[in-house]
Each structure stands twice: as structure tokens, then as C-alpha cells.
């Protein structure tokens, strides 16, 4: 365990005022689900839009579960990568031969940052658009069952997400590509799913492990999980996650990771 506390040090270090992770993700991973949000209830007051029926709580952290985790998931994939994209790696091995220590200590720093700053988006959300939007926000609350749900999910999707991206990652060493699976993934694959008609399409559906995400966060379900609910559709998300780090582990070990 020393080791891993030096490894998580060395990468706390690397966050500091002047990394991108800090001035730019983290900004944008708050300040774009709270634009959008908010221009759709200005909106929606202005009667621009049909905003009829108002937000519900359990609705109310979608743009933060659409943007802010994928946004911290890039910062993630990035840095990680990064180690074998300038050559750090080949002599982060050599100085402590546990090659686990770095993608394990990459994901307590960026999977405890992704869960603290989607938390606080979350509460953003929740606590403070309904007082600046009360026609429209009027009844969201974060202190009833789906907004404790939501300020508790939240943070936890985002940590895993980080965990199947470095899993990904570890397998494919290339930020642009793991992005890339990952948003083809959510945005191609599952919205494919959701135009096949009859059972079969209804039963991929169900199974879409983004989606399974979602309602275990608490989101406003759109089909029942097979799962037994949120925390079974959660678990589920979970398990994956796992299954495809520790893949990625196994391999990281298994490879010879040579200085070009």
C-alpha cells in the first residue's frame, strides 16, 4: 500500500493549477449541464418553448449524466495514455515494477475527482435552478427520495465510467480511440438498438449496459430493467466495468511495454 499512496501522490502532483484537467474539464463539466438546463427553463418561462408539466426530479441530472461524466472520463483516458504517448511509462515500471500501482492510482484520482464534481453538479442542479426557475423547477427537490438517489448515483456512475474507460484503455492505449469506442457505444450503438422492432429489440434494450447506468443513477427510467431495478442496473453497469479493468490489468502485466 505504500507504493500505491507514492503513485497517487506523483499523480495528485500532476494536477496542478496549469493542467487542463483543473482550468478547463472541470469547469465545463459543471458549467454545461447548468447552461443547458437553465436556457430550457429561461425558455420555457418565455413560453419560446412548450415547457408545460415542468422538470421532475428524477429527470433533473440528465445533461450531467449526458455530459459531465463523459467529459471527466476524457480527462481520465487522457492522462493515462498520455504515460505511454511521451514514453513516462517504460521508467514508471522500472522505478516501481507493480505495473497495476498506475492505472489503480489514475482511477482513485480521477474516479474520486469525476464522483466529487458530478456531485457538485448534481446539487447545482438541484438545489439552485429551482430557485432561480421556480415555475419550471418548482418541484424538484434535492432532499426527496429521487433527488437523494441522484446526488448519491450520480457520483457513483461517473467513477465507474472511469473504470471501464481506463479499462479500455489499458487495452488500447490511444485516447482518441477509447473516446471514441465509448461514445459509439452510448450514442450509436444503444440509440441503434432502441429502432429494432418486436422482442429481440426490446430485449437489447433492456440490456443496454449506458442505459442500465442511467436508471441506477436515477434517472427517469424508459424500459423496466432486467436487473431487479436501480441497484440491480447499477451492479450490472458495475460488473462490467470491472470485468473490462481487470482485463486490461491482466493485459497491462502481460505486455511487454518497451521505450521507443
Known amino acids: 500500500m505504500t507504493g500505491l499512496r507514492r503513485s497517487v501522490r506523483a499523480e495528485l502532483a500532476k494536477l496542478s493549477w496549469r493542467s487542463p484537467v483543473l482550468y478547463a474539464l472541470v469547469p465545463l463539466a459543471v458549467v454545461i449541464p447548468?447552461?443547458?438546463?437553465?436556457?430550457i427553463a429561461a425558455a420555457a418561462e418565455r413560453d419560446v418553448i412548450n415547457g408545460r408539466g415542468g422538470m421532475d426530479t428524477d429527470n433533473a441530472a440528465y445533461w450531467v449524466?449526458?455530459?459531465s461524466t463523459f467529459i471527466l472520463m476524457a480527462g481520465a483516458v487522457t492522462s493515462y495514455c498520455g504515460e505511454f504517448g511521451d514514453h513516462t511509462a517504460p521508467m514508471v515500471?522500472?522505478?516501481?515494477?507493480a505495473r497495476w500501482r498506475l492505472p489503480v492510482a489514475k482511477l482513485i484520482v480521477f474516479g474520486g475527482?469525476?464522483?466529487?464534481?458530478?456531485?457538485?453538479t448534481t446539487l447545482i442542479n438541484l438545489a439552485v435552478l429551482p430557485k432561480v426557475f421556480p415555475e419550471v423547477w418548482d418541484?424538484?427537490?434535492?432532499?426527496?427520495?429521487?433527488?437523494?438517489?441522484?446526488?448519491?448515483?450520480?457520483p457513483v456512475l461517473a467513477v465507474l465510467i472511469v473504470v471501464l474507460a481506463l479499462g479500455i484503455a489499458m487495452l488500447i492505449?490511444?485516447?482518441?480511440?477509447?473516446?471514441?469506442?465509448?461514445?459509439?457505444?452510448?450514442w450509436g450503438v444503444e440509440v441503434c438498438v432502441g429502432f429494432i422492432r418486436g422482442d429481440f429489440g426490446t430485449a437489447l434494450q433492456r440490456y443496454s449496459?449506458?442505459?442500465?447506468g442511467e436508471i441506477g443513477a436515477g434517472q427517469?427510467?424508459?424500459f423496466d430493467s432486467p436487473f431487479g431495478g436501480p441497484v440491480g442496473a447499477m451492479a450490472y453497469f458495475g460488473c462490467v466495468a470491472l470485468i473490462v479493468f481487470a482485463v486490461g490489468l491482466y493485459r497491462l502485466h502481460a505486455t511487454d511495454v518497451r521505450d521507443d
Do not use: C, E
Open 65 to 67: 449524466i449526458v455530459f
Open 173 to 186: 492505449p490511444r485516447p482518441g480511440v477509447v473516446i471514441m469506442v465509448l461514445l459509439l457505444w452510448r
Open 209 to 212: 449496459l449506458f442505459k442500465n
Open 113 to 120: 475527482l469525476a464522483g466529487l464534481t458530478v456531485f457538485a
Open 220 to 222: 427517469s427510467p424508459t
Open 34 to 39: 447548468v447552461l443547458i438546463n437553465g436556457a
Open 139 to 154: 418541484r424538484v427537490d434535492p432532499l426527496d427520495s429521487d433527488g437523494i438517489h441522484l446526488l448519491v448515483g450520480t
Open 93 to 97: 515500471f522500472q522505478i516501481a515494477p
